[in-house]
T-cell receptor, first 111, second 115 residues
Framework: AQRVTQPEKLLSVFKGAPVELKCNYSYSGSPELFWYVQYSRQRLQLLLRHISRESIKGFTADLNKGETSFHLKKPFAQEEDSAMYYCALSGVEGGSEKLVFGKGTKLTVNP | KAGVTQTPRYLIKTRGQQVTLSCSPI?????VSWYQQTPGQGLQFLFEYFSETQRNKGNFPGRFSGRQFSNSRSEMNVSTLELGDSALYLC??????????????FGPGTRLTVT
């Protein structure tokens, strides 16, 4: 079964500290993985996708197929990074293609 | 370009009633997906429509149904409402159907409260 696990419900760091939001997945095929972010009073929006291998707002995420992980990292956290972060996997299950989300990690960056 | 719009934004219904939610995708997008978001279960996929056809369906009972019109606008209907249906219902549109690395653009959601 397609599954996305974000083990930390809450994560708090200080400004300037490195941050890593964990994401593990379970999927038998080749996954398409994403990170979505929701800032306070804003809509859920795409942050980055693994296929692009891009860095957005200083965030990067590497797909590790061996560890079935797609952790989100940023070397120096900023206060404006405080938000809810969701890891998502696009795949096929039971003949149905769908986007499966983790339950999210609330990141708080303290001044 | 205007973003995804959802109406109404808030809704209060009584158990046993039915409700219809509406979603207008970004112009040119033909894929519309619906999600239910609750504190306990998080974001759960309901179904996806592409070019007026339901392509994919999540694990929800038949009380949850939807449709898509020729202008790509979509409606979601929930019949015989239960207390557990109280949630934020999100709609997302995309230029292509789910299955690739295409971005989904989310609406603000409809907050449904069932009493």
């Amino acid at each position: 079964a397609q599954r996305v696990t974000q083990p930390e419900k809450l994560l708090s760091v200080f400004k300037g500290a490195p941050v890593e939001l964990k994401c593990n997945y379970s999927y038998s095929g080749s996954p398409e993985l994403f990170w979505y972010v929701q800032y306070s009073r804003q809509r859920l929006q795409l942050l980055l996708r693994h296929i692009s291998r891009e860095s957005i707002k200083g965030f990067t995420a590497d797909l590790n197929k061996g560890e079935t992980s797609f952790h989100l990292k940023k070397p120096f956290a900023q206060e404006e990074d405080s938000a809810m972060y969701y890891c998502a996997l696009s795949g096929v299950e039971g003949g149905s293609e769908k986007l499966v989300f983790g339950k999210g990690t609330k990141l708080t960056v303290n001044p | 370009k205007a973003g995804v719009t959802q109406t109404p934004r808030y809704l209060i219904k009584t158990r046993g009633q039915q409700v219809t939610l509406s979603c207008s995708p970004i112009s040119g997008h033909r894929s519309v997906s619906w999600y239910q978001q609750t504190p306990g279960q998080g974001l759960q996929f309901l179904f996806e429509y592409f070019s007026e056809t339901q392509r994919n369906k999540g694990n929800f009972p038949g009380r949850f149904s939807g449709r898509q019109f020729s202008n790509s606008r979509s409606e979601m209907n929930v019949s015989t409402l239960e207390l557990g249906d109280s949630a934020l219902y999100l709609c997302a549109s995309s230029s292509q159907p789910t299955g690739g690395s295409y971005e989904q653009y989310f609406g603000p959601g409809t907050r449904l409260t069932v009493t």
